[in-house]
């Protein structure tokens, strides 16, 4: 359990306090941004019968 929180702790200092401390990507945080205009069109599936 030691070791998991040592892993936590670098990855959140390298992700908000200082980006060249080394850390395992897997558990770096990431910034999450919801656009407004979408660039790609999503398909539409019809699944009602007629």
Do not use: C, H, W
């Not at 929180?5 to 990431?30: C, H, M, R, W």
């Amino acid at each position: 359990m030691d070791k998991l929180i040592q892993i936590f702790n670098s990855s959140l200092q390298t992700g908000y306090i200082d980006k060249n401390v080394l850390s395992d990507a897997a558990y770096q945080p990431e910034l999450l941004v919801n656009q407004k205009k979408s660039t790609k069109k999503s398909p539409v599936y019809n699944t009602s019968r007629t």
